[in-house]
């Protein structure tokens, strides 16, 4: 089952039923201080979404699921955690950080994933802080999301969370407020929905 949702997730949230999962990557406050060596952020006003980091983005999250991943959750008030998760770019340039942190609600052992930006070129569809799906399908495998279960993502993006549940064999919930990006989501989910389904986990 995937169901796409163009609005504003603080007014569609108290819509939804529970979930099995929450994965997302949500505005954490970036969007003035990226420079040129990121992906295409050089215009500062593509980032306008990204300008502050808001309590309430990730609040309601913490009730929606029993497994919650947050990327950039080290710049919200989070409950402690041990079960961070890491992604380590070896090639990131000196404007991009050479690592990024996902604040979890699993209480396990803190994880890495060494994975590259060049990795990344052949998915890359505009997103600025898009994500790569080898990434995301890493995420539900490390916290333990079952094969079948529902995902959500509140802050979309351009779908590489959607993505990863198509070729995982998960439902996925996604929710995004742009228009631009909700279409590149759309065409990406769907492209990944006529391939055939390979059902594993990243390594």
Known sequence: MIQLLHGD???LLPTLPKVDAVITDPPYGLGAKMQGGTWGAKDKSMMQWDIEARDEFVRPLLEIAPIVVIWGGNYYELPPSRGWLSWYKPDAP???GHFELAWTNVDRTAQ???YSIAATNAERV???TQKPVALMKWCMEKVGIPIGATVLDPFMGS???GVAC???GRSFIGIEISGEYFAKAQR???EAQM???LFTEAS
């Open 9 to 11: 997730c603080l007014e």
């Open 94 to 96: 000196p404007t991009m």
């Open 112 to 114: 890495q994933m060494r």
């Open 126 to 128: 505009g997103h600025p």
């Open 159 to 161: 779908g590489s969370t």
């Open 166 to 168: 198509v070729q995982t």
């Open 188 to 190: 990406r989910i769907a």
């Open 195 to 197: 391939q055939p389904a």
